[in-house]
């Protein structure tokens, strides 16, 4: 099993900035790609981006690229994501997620772990 511990979460004002951290726990030689996903009130959960946990290669969603930036720390075992100029629109519960599969890195179903979420809200 691998549990994951996610931080970071506030309230920012349009076009702020906020880093969430993702630290996982346990069985983690089998993880092999760490994702952040969102869900939004009445909307249905969905990807925001996903690393590689060795080699790092990463993928965004297109909504998110060229603000957002995940990256993770060999050295304190965490990935992170650094969101930058954030809009409303961003406003949702933050989730980290891991796969013990080297598969589709957009895709929830392919995720075997969660982490409990951190509220992330940007006032306009």
């Known amino acids: 099993q691998v549990q994951l511990v996610e931080s970071g979460g506030g309230l920012v004002q349009a076009g702020g900035s906020l880093r969430l951290s993702c630290a996982p726990s346990?069985?983690?030689?089998?993880?092999?790609?760490m994702a952040w996903f969102r869900q939004a009130p009445g909307k249905e959960r969905e990807f925001v981006a996903a690393i590689r946990w060795s080699g790092g290669s990463v993928f965004y969603a297109d909504s998110v690229k060229g603000r957002f930036t995940i990256t993770r720390d060999y050295a304190e075992n965490t990935m992170y994501l650094q969101m930058n100029s954030l809009k409303p629109e961003d406003t949702a519960v933050y989730y980290c997620?891991?796969?013990?599969?080297?598969?589709?890195?957009?895709?929830?179903?392919?995720?075997?772990?969660w982490g409990q979420g951190t509220l992330v809200t940007v006032s306009s």
């Open positions: 346990g069985r983690t030689f089998s993880v092999y790609i």
């Open positions: 997620a891991a796969s013990r599969s080297n598969t589709d890195p957009y895709d929830r179903d392919e995720y075997h772990y």
